[in-house]
């Protein structure tokens, strides 16, 4: 169980220094987790002990919000004194992502039945 925590912590670390080193516009452990990804692809499957363990880490997912629960409840009052613009900002950007998505959607299908340019 240890060598499968230290290949999740060892590309996260990997990911965080290299952002770091690099000055990228990217959160380390996103950059870490494509690190594993692609580690993954090159071994062409995951091993049992990481499946394992990163079976148990999904099963108890919920654990983890509950720090994000506790700092949502220390700040209650500041949410809802500032509920006005939180809420422009959630329902301004879902409908953005949505519009980006439709566009890109559309290009696509648009560029698909055009067929493969030679």
Known sequence: MLGPI???????????????????????????????????????GVPRPVADVTGGLLRNLSLLFVP???GVMAHLGRLS???????????????????VTAWVMAALLKRGRKGPEA
């Open 6 to 44: 230290t290949i999740l912590l060892a590309c996260q670390l990997a990911g965080e220094l290299t952002v770091r080193m690099l000055a990228l516009p990217v959160p380390g452990p996103v950059l870490g987790m494509l690190l594993l990804f692609t580690g993954l692809l090159v071994r062409g």
């Open 81 to 99: 004194d500032e509920a006005l613009p939180i809420a422009a900002a959630v329902v301004g950007s879902t409908v953005l992502t949505i519009a």
């Open 68 to 70: 994000a629960g506790v």
